[in-house]
């Protein structure tokens, strides 16, 4: 068997999340489809992905990986990104395919996870066109206001109160880059890039430095929920259309795989 990375982007609105599920459109389920076609059932096997997106979440540098025959690799591997093409539906692309060691993990191996997340205060709301992926915030905010809130946020803490607790998993993480910008459009743009997140947690996150960039929350009010280990009530989750996973790290040396994705196993346990 050889093992095949995926780089993968998604309109995620009319999808249920990443993960497959029964009797709903999901991108794992629209992939394993086309896999199989192309390599017969049951033959592309392992199929996974670096993050599982919400429903409603988009991205434009997810990673999966998945483990096809080898002479079927060969064979493929010059029309593979094309055959796909024909065969995913449009609002999902697989934008490249190659061969990695067999120790990769998409999951396990990843160094961070890169998001970001729109917002416009325009008095007219979003854009037309980008109306699937950009929120429309009904106050004006400041910029510096939000940066000042997520100067709060970096570093690693317990996250509980911003993640919707799994039996027997950590809410600790480490975030490495949480800063807003304002683009020339005028749409605000929050990065957000971490180890890993717990489920809703980049939601999280940029619900409560919302309501401290319009003003209705002290600027410290969001690294004050730090110190609970319970989900705050108090703490409204952002839309999932605002979201996008742009990017996902793995060490450069790929004999690093491996170590990484113990290190990483021993960490979320």
């Known amino acids: 068997m050889t093992r095949l990375r995926l780089d993968v982007s998604y309109d995620g609105t009319a999808f ?29 096997t392992g199929l996974t992905v670096a993050g599982r997106t919400d429903a409603g979440v988009h991205a434009t540098g997810q990673v999966c990986h998945v483990d096809v025959p080898d002479e079927e690799w060969i064979r493929l591997a ?9 065969l995913m539906p449009p609002d999902a692309r697989i934008r490249a395919v190659r061969e990695v060691p067999g120790d990769f993990d998409a999951r396990f191996s990843a160094t961070f996870r890169r998001y970001e997340y729109r917002v416009t205060d325009a008095p007219y709301g979003a854009e037309p066109l980008r109306r699937v992926d950009t929120l429309a915030w009904p106050r004006p905010l400041d910029v510096d206001t939000l940066n000042a809130a997520a100067k709060g946020l970096l570093g690693e803490h317990d996250f509980a109160a911003y993640c919707k ?21 005028g749409t605000l743009v929050a990065t957000v890039q971490a180890d890993a997140f717990c489920q809703a947690m980049v939601r999280s996150l940029v619900g409560a430095m919302l ?21 705050s009530s108090e703490v409204t989750v ?5 979201l996008t996973l ?16 113990e290190l990483t196993r021993r960490l979320r346990g």
Do not use: C, M
Request: aromatic share 6%.
């Open 16 to 44: 249920s999340g990443w993960a497959a599920q029964p009797e709903r459109r999901t991108v794992a389920g629209v992939l394993a489809e086309a896999l199989q076609r192309l390599f017969g059932a049951g033959e592309a």
């Open 78 to 86: 010059p029309t593979l990104v094309r055959r796909l093409a024909g």
């Open 165 to 185: 607790r799994k039996e027997n998993a950590t809410t600790i993480r480490a975030i490495t880059r949480l800063d807003w910008r304002r683009d020339p459009d």
């Open 211 to 231: 309501t401290a960039g319009d003003g209705r929350r002290p600027v410290d009010w969001p690294a004050s929920l730090l110190s609970r280990r319970e989900r």
């Open 238 to 242: 952002a839309p999932a259309h605002g």
């Open 246 to 261: 742009v990017a996902v790290g793995y060490p450069e040396d790929p004999e690093e795989y491996a170590s990484r994705a």
